[in-house]
């Protein structure tokens, strides 16, 4: 019997294009840019994550350049995704231990059947996604009933006077990095249909490890 082809979901194409567009442009530069924060915390927030990661099949979506390929445990099958092709060219650099399999692909619209993975897992990705809510449903719809969603993610602020602040800087930071830096994540996560299991706060209340189930 020939398996029905996955119907992709709809969503602002113009608005997925720029993003693709703009990690593209800035892809050669991106570890250069990001090398202060991931020597002051990053790094230290991706071996906390990984805390929570065993071996087993495991979706990355936006792998970027591929910072987190090597917190991998032996035994894990790892299947990680990204908008940019540019941005898959220095993820492959990267690849060693566990099996990887780098794909060009938008997390709006993932192209796997349904339940295919124990665990999805993402780090400062939908903060970009033009449509978080729909990004985080399709990765509820390939996560296994018994599965998890881990985050790390960089959200807006709860301050009034902090959170204003960055909604007026979101304009010029989304167009000069990429990412928005005023997304309610936690919200969004369960607007998806998550049940958000635990929040830890790692950064004041800005950077987020969140534990999610179906």
């Known amino acids: 019997m020939t398996q029905s082809p996955i119907e992709r979901p709809q969503f602002d194409r113009v608005a997925t294009e720029q993003t693709k567009a703009r990690y593209s442009r800035i892809a050669p530069l991106y570890d250069v840019l990001e090398a202060p924060m991931?020597?002051?915390f990053h790094s230290r927030f991706r071996r906390r994550l990984f805390m929570h990661v065993q071996p087993c099949e495991i979706l990355e979506i936006g792998v970027g350049t591929g910072r987190n390929l090597g917190?991998?445990?032996?035994g894990a099958r790892v299947t990680a995704i990204d908008l940019s092709p540019r941005m898959l060219e220095r993820a492959r650099r990267r690849i060693a231990g566990?099996?990887?399999?780098?794909?060009?692909?938008?997390?709006?619209?993932?192209?796997?059947?349904?339940?295919?993975?124990?665990?999805?897992?993402?780090?400062?990705?939908?903060?970009?996604?033009?449509?978080?809510v729909?990004?985080?449903?399709?990765?509820?719809?390939?996560?296994?009933?018994?599965?998890?969603?881990?985050?790390?993610?960089?959200v807006r602020p709860e301050r009034p006077l902090v959170g204003g602040v960055f909604d007026l800087l979101n304009?010029?930071?989304?167009?000069l990095l990429g990412?928005?830096?005023?997304?309610?994540?936690?919200?969004?996560?369960?607007?998806?249909?998550?049940?958000?299991?635990?929040?830890e706060n790692l950064l004041s209340d800005i950077v987020k490890l969140v534990v999610a189930t179906q």
């Open 38 to 40: 991931e020597r002051l």
């Open 71 to 74: 917190y991998y445990p032996a």
């Open 98 to 132: 566990p099996e990887v399999t780098l794909l060009e692909m938008d997390a709006q619209a993932l192209q796997f059947p349904d339940a295919s993975f124990d665990i999805v897992l993402a780090t400062f990705v939908f903060c970009s996604v033009p449509d978080p």
């Open 134 to 154: 729909l990004g985080l449903a399709e990765a509820r719809r390939v996560c296994k009933p018994s599965g998890e969603l881990l985050l790390l993610e960089h």
């Open 171 to 175: 304009p010029f930071i989304r167009r």
């Open 179 to 199: 990412p928005e830096i005023n997304r309610r994540t936690i919200l969004n996560i369960q607007a998806a249909g998550w049940k958000v299991k635990t929040v």
